[in-house]
């Protein structure tokens, strides 16, 4: 599709995050922006030269947002490339992607941020943007170059999955990173409690014979967390937030007025510790799975807005690394392909009106990073995802675009099939008709 030539998406059911607005209407796009929009309506009138393209009453929503991509480039290409990461996004109907800094080398450095940054550009499929390190080597212990990694174009800072286990240096880079507008995506857990753990503790983990950590873990972490980001007035994101006691916690420092920004990944909001059934890897994650009570409680806390953004938390790891004894294997699963139909199940349940369920893969993620995406508005962006909202989809691993197949979503029948995906008012995929 030329991006010169402007098209119209007709009979489209438009899913507005920003305005609220869930009903019928049209969109126009030229020149890589929303040209103009109708609600309740079509576009009769338009001219020759634009492409018309019927939804058939399908879910036209901002593209989606992903906070917390992990890829292998550089240094494990074979996991996943930034191209590959970009094509299973379009694929799944994600146009934005912030990619994590646990590469080899680290993103610690200004020269590293650029190097993604540059090779981001050659790619049309989906919006990249790079994390920073908050620690030299996600070592925990010095401060990365936080500011000069700023200017190069990082989004946030973090140390990924492993702890900043010296208060006095988070401390120090959550103060640091607010002078620059930044925030610090910090896993919380209590490095000791949960060192070496595979499975959530209780009857199911022991009945396995796993080694485990209680969820508790969480909720310490997490109460030290909040109080160095009140101490210092930094911004803190809470980085896969996956039990009650943790969201308890989250609730009371909100209400303090605490600057903290929460996410759930789409695994914990789907599966329970059941899940790993007869030590099923793929279903290995990290935070491991919790009991359905946590589940649930998540999927209210979502439902209530004290859980702010979903992510896909999509970790690529190849077959050798899966193909383990449970507690030796990777943790993690690809999910950039599987987010929206997955998240769709909660709308197909009752749990969430669907403009507040797409609002936390949309607007809430652009907001936090400061992206002008996520809304459906004249002079917006362009990114729009076109969904079949009923269309059923069964889950193969083995025909996903990413490299890695380890999706812990394997033969789960799905309801939300992505038929288009816009980025920058390019038509990235669609589905064969």
Aim: aromatic share 4%; hydrophobic share 45%; proline share 6%.
């Amino acid at each position: 599709m030329s991006r010169a030539r402007p098209f119209a998406f007709n009979n489209a059911r438009l899913v507005d995050p920003e305005t609220g607005y869930d009903g019928p209407g049209a969109v126009v796009v030229s020149g890589g922006v929303i040209a103009d929009i109708a609600r309740g309506r079509d576009f009769t009138d338009l001219s020759s030269d634009v492409r018309v393209i019927d939804c058939n009453g399908g879910m036209l929503a901002p593209g989606l947002v992903d906070l917390r991509v992990k890829t292998g480039e550089p240094g494990s290409e074979t996991k996943e490339t930034l191209r590959s990461a970009a094509q299973a996004a379009a694929a799944g109907g994600v146009t934005s992607i912030v990619v994590q800094p646990d590469t080899d080398p680290a993103v610690d450095d200004p020269s590293v941020v650029d190097f993604i940054l540059r090779r981001a550009q050659d790619i049309e499929s989906c919006h990249i943007h790079a994390a920073g390190a908050a620690t030299k080597g996600l070592r925990g212990e010095q401060m990365a170059e936080i500011g000069l990694m700023r200017e190069a174009g990082c989004r946030y800072v973090t140390d990924v999955d492993r702890p900043i286990v010296d208060s006095k240096v988070m401390r120090r880079i959550l103060s640091y990173a607010a002078a620059f507008g930044m925030a610090l995506a910090h896993r919380p857990q209590d490095p000791w409690l949960s060192k070496g753990a595979a499975a959530t503790e209780g009857e199911f983990a022991s009945r396995m014979g796993l080694p485990s950590a209680p969820a508790a873990s969480e909720r310490i972490g997490l109460e030290r967390d909040l109080a160095l980001a009140e101490l210092s007035g930094g911004r803190l994101l809470v980085d896969q937030i996956t039990c009650a006691a943790a969201l308890e916690a989250l609730a009371r420092a909100k209400a303090r007025g605490v600057n903290a920004v929460a996410t759930a990944s789409i695994n914990h909001l789907s599966f329970n510790e059941l899940d790993i059934g007869d030590y099923r890897t793929f279903a290995r994650m990290d935070p491991p799975l919790r009991a359905e009570d946590d589940r649930q409680a998540l999927i209210e806390a979502l439902a209530g807005g004290l859980v702010d953004i979903v992510v896909s938390a999509h970790a690529p790891a190849p077959a050798e690394d899966k193909r383990l004894p449970f507690d030796e294997a990777a943790p993690g699963g690809v999910g950039l392909e599987t987010l929206l139909p997955a998240l769709l199940s909660l709308y197909h349940d009752g749990r969430l009106p669907l403009v507040d369920l797409m609002r936390t893969v949309t607007l809430a993620p652009a907001q936090f990073l400061g992206l002008p995406t996520g809304r459906l508005a004249s002079g917006a962006p362009a990114d729009l995802v076109l969904c079949d909202l009923n269309a059923p989809v069964i889950i193969d691993a083995d025909k996903l675009v990413s490299k890695s197949k380890n999706s812990p979503f394997d033969g789960r029948r799905l309801q939300g099939q992505v038929v288009m995906t816009v980025c920058g008012g390019q038509i990235v995929h669609r589905i064969a008709e």
